[in-house]
């Protein structure tokens, strides 16, 4: 066990020197920072999109919404026919289906002080 140990003290004290010894270099400039301007231009894109998107999530979900309400009128319906013809055709009733309201969303552009 000894030797073990002696050989992975030579193997980490190899290796300590190794890295000890490596040359340092000067951290790499990276590119030049935007202008106060020109952050809050993207800002404003970013957020614009994102509340476009957004709007385009809610009338997708308001259109999904009265497309089930219609099947389930149709499906009702079908139901009521059915019971005339066979009156133990029922259906299970299933708890309503939660109604999503967006919330108001209101994005200004503030230009910070220079």
């Given at each position: ?30 590119p030049a ?32 919404r009265e ?48």
């Open positions: 066990m000894r030797a073990f140990f002696a050989a992975i003290s030579r193997y980490m004290s190899g290796w300590v020197a190794e890295r000890t010894t490596m040359a340092v270099t000067a951290p790499v400039a990276g920072r935007l202008a106060v301007d020109s952050q809050m231009d993207r800002l404003a894109a970013v957020l614009g999109s994102a509340q476009e998107r957004t709007r385009a999530i809610a009338s997708a979900h308001a259109m999904a497309k089930l309400q219609a099947a389930d009128y149709a499906l009702d319906r079908l139901f009521d026919e059915l019971h005339s013809v066979m009156p133990k055709a029922t259906r299970a009733k299933l708890a309503p289906v939660a109604v999503i309201v967006p919330a108001p969303i209101d994005i200004r552009r503030r230009r910070l002080a220079a």
